[in-house]
């Protein structure tokens, strides 16, 4: 079986250090640098633990400017822009993920997500690989396949398939689908009023998808959940605003990456030292890599 492609969603781990860490580390330039300290110890545990052949990080650049903002313009109008603090340190897990031999992405257009997707996508059609998608963001795990996993390494266990199932009551392409109806505070994505979790699950198990509901009329009466006499008629009423919301909860699979390598590179040790030093990183981070590459090589011989 070819080796796992791992795709990272560096900004979960870029913000749970950035808001996890004390403010120990600054920059020769006077930036504090806790997340960048945070994020390269994270990507180096993942590296020693994994030795991952196949991977890439993936970045969000596009706040404000993402295709969905043409669909729904308020879409994470709740969500402000990186001060120059902050950017900083953003800049900087960028610079690092590719020191370390990791292939880093971003687009103006398209999320994250939507890279992850898209090199998944890929992943499995021309190799077949089994896909690791490295997150705990619950929008990713529409992404799991039926060799797929979501890992949010470090904190939780792999989940497969039946895992999200156990988790959400839903499967993974039902996902978009689910906060088509649930809707999604965190995106500033509508929901229907009157429906939560629970009903938004029953309603998939019936009926498959949004698509099918919205055409199911009085059947929807004959689900057993509370209030099912009324959500026909709700259901109808926001029809278009359903069809839209799932446009922006799904993941695309066509973000404009080109042809990226991702294959990963022997770590640049010599840059590596500069950026622990120009960040005010400390030695133990890079002896941790030293000794990382010291191991690689010595397995090889």
Same mark, same amino acid.
């Given at each position: ?181 649930? &809707? ?73 990456? &080109? ?22 990183? &400390? ?15 010595? &397995?090889?011989?």
């Amino acid at each position: 079986m070819p080796s796992p492609l791992y795709l990272i969603d560096a900004s979960i781990y870029i913000f749970r250090h950035y808001f996890g860490l004390p403010d120990n580390w600054h920059s020769q330039d006077g930036y504090s640098t806790q997340a960048v300290y945070g994020y390269l110890k994270f990507l180096l545990s993942f590296i020693e633990e994994e030795s991952p052949e196949y991977i890439a990080a993936a970045f969000d650049e596009s706040l404000g400017n993402c295709f969905r903002n043409q669909i729904y313009p308020a879409y994470k109008a709740n969500r402000v822009l990186p001060d120059e603090a902050l950017a900083f340190q953003l800049n900087a897990c960028v610079e690092v993920t590719g020191i370390l031999g990791i292939t880093g992405l971003a687009s103006d257009t398209h999320e994250a997500d939507d890279i992850i997707g898209t090199l998944a996508k890929r992943g499995r059609q021309m190799n077949g690989r089994q896909i690791i998608v490295v997150s705990r963001d619950k929008d990713l795990m529409q992404l799991v396949g039926a060799n797929d996993v979501i890992w949010d390494f470090g904190q939780a266990e792999p989940q497969d398939r039946s895992a999200v199932m156990d988790r959400m009551g839903i499967w993974p392409e039902q996902l978009a689908d689910y906060l088509a109806l649930v &809707g999604d505070s965190v995106d500033n994505i509508p929901g229907v009023p009157g429906i939560g979790a629970k009903t938004a699950a029953v309603l998939l198990q019936h009926f498959g998808d949004v698509q099918t509901l919205l055409q199911a009329g009085d059947q929807i009466a004959e689900v057993p959940v509370r209030g099912a006499k009324n959500l026909s008629a709700k259901i109808d009423a926001y029809g278009e605003q359903i069809l839209m919301a799932r446009k922006l909860a799904s993941i695309a699979e066509d973000a404009p990456v &080109g042809n990226p390598e991702l294959t990963r590179q022997p770590i640049a040790l010599d840059a590596l030292a500069d950026f622990c030093q120009r960040m005010g990183l &400390g030695e133990r981070l890079l002896e941790r890599a030293e000794r990382l590459i010291d191991s690689v090589e010595s &397995g090889a011989e």
